[in-house]
């Protein structure tokens, strides 16, 4: 009996959402540690008794499950900067130009019902989908959230270069992120539509700066934004509807 | 990871299709195509590397190594390794995701004492064959909505 349970525990190994169980090493990217002031703002609607309704738009993050589910939190996972690689989302504007297909990927993902969430985790997001696709997540966003639910986004300032890297962030603490870098994966593997994704390939490059009155304009229609400004050339944002 | 070297796990090999509905109860090891259901109450399932399941699947312990578009509920721990693509809920009372693995769709931790229900996650087709193997029943194979469009808070049709 002993033996059954130990070979059924080996199935399960590896990193874990279990309370108390260590993480398994990085992929292959650094860990870098930093303090996000935005989190800590979500952290004391987070500590409330009521159950929240969340959503991590970032790598999926056994961390950030269990930082939440902890806390009687549910979370929704969904991996938009993948997502968005998906091939068949190409397709020609009017003069032959190759773009994104937004109405094809609004579609496909973030299909929820409308004002689901209390909080929405964009991390940064923003700055590495393509600009085609940037507004009608936002406004898809919008529309999940809650009235007064709130979302978290990170936004390099110019200082940061081309080629700051792309992270997939874990809740490690109230105030505390750890950051992975994404690694460039050269295997091609299918996505959840069935279709190849290669774009990780290079990693995931800085697609654009925006600059204050940018990100302003992006959360017009949400009720309130606040900037907290970062050492690291990140400013992060956060906006309640 | 292989193959389970354990004599107790039923295989269904990387060439095999099944459409409709599996119930059992033994451990079962899927590395081949799966469109249905999934039913192994009491009992683990593993979805190897080169598994692709389009199902509802309902056991004690579920690994995901392939790829598996369906709701999980296990009633003691769900497990997705690096390799896996797993769109569909899970909920169970311990989960462990590995970085890499891709997932869409609600976590919902069903703390100890507050018991993962057992029940089916889609109705029983006529004529569904429950021994004390795994057994397979043929069901129309026909999907239903996609997984995409499909809202990740009610149970997948397949």
């Not at chain 1, 349970?5 to 090493?25: E, I, W, Y």
């Not at chain 1, 929820?112 to 929405?120: E, S």
């Not at chain 2, 249905?36 to 004690?60: S, Y």
């Not at chain 2, 869409?104 to 931790?109: A, F, H, L, S």
Request: hydrophobic letters at 40%; aromatic letters at 6%.
């Amino acid at each position: 009996m002993a033996s059954v349970a130990n070979s059924f525990m080996k199935l399960f190994r590896g990193s874990s959402a279990d309370p108390g169980q260590a993480t398994g090493p990085a992929q292959g990217g650094q860990r870098l540690s930093r303090r996000s002031s935005g989190l800590a703002e979500l952290a004391r609607l987070l500590a409330s008794e009521e159950s929240l309704c969340v959503l991590d738009l970032g790598s999926t993050s056994p961390n950030n499950i269990r930082y939440l589910t902890e806390r009687g939190h549910k979370i929704y996972s969904e991996d938009l900067l993948v997502a968005s690689t998906d091939p068949s989302l190409v397709t020609k504007d009017e003069q032959g130009n190759l773009i994104l297909d937004s109405k094809k990927f609004l579609a496909d993902n973030l299909v929820y019902p409308a004002a689901q969430f209390d909080i929405v985790l964009c991390w940064n997001l923003p700055d590495y989908m393509d600009e085609s696709l940037v507004k009608p997540v936002v406004g898809r966003v919008w529309s999940m959230l809650k009235p007064g639910g709130m979302l978290l986004a990170f936004f390099h300032t110019k200082d940061a270069g081309p080629d700051a890297p792309c992270y997939r962030y874990h809740i490690v603490g109230t105030d505390t992120l750890e950051m992975r870098h994404i690694e460039a994966r050269r295997e091609v593997r299918k996505g959840p539509s069935g279709v190849v994704h290669t774009a990780v390939g290079g990693g995931f490059r800085l697609q654009r700066v925006f600059n204050n009155r940018h990100i302003e304009n992006l959360f017009r229609d949400f009720a309130s934004i606040k900037f907290f400004l970062a050492r690291d050339n990140v400013r992060e944002v956060l906006v309640v509807r | 990871m292989n193959t389970p070297k354990t004599p107790e796990f039923a295989h269904i090999g990387r060439s095999v299709i099944i459409k409709g509905e599996l119930s059992g109860s033994e451990d079962l090891y899927v590395d081949g195509q799966v469109e249905g259901t999934i039913e192994l109450q009491g009992n683990i399932l593993i979805i190897g590397p080169n598994g692709q399941v389009r199902a509802n699947v309902n056991a004690k312990g579920v690994v995901v190594e392939g790829k598996l578009d369906g709701n999980i509920r296990a009633t003691e721990r769900a497990a997705l390794k690096k390799s896996a693509i797993a769109v569909g809920d899970i909920v169970t009372q311990r989960v462990s995701i590995e970085d890499g693995a891709y997932f869409k769709g609600r976590v919902d931790i069903q703390r100890e004492g507050a018991k993962v229900e057992t029940k089916s996650t889609a109705a029983p087709a006529a004529g569904t064959i429950a021994s004390s193997g795994v057994a397979a029943s043929a069901g129309s194979g026909s999907s239903a909505g996609s997984a995409g469009n499909t809202p990740v808070t009610e149970p997948k049709k397949f």
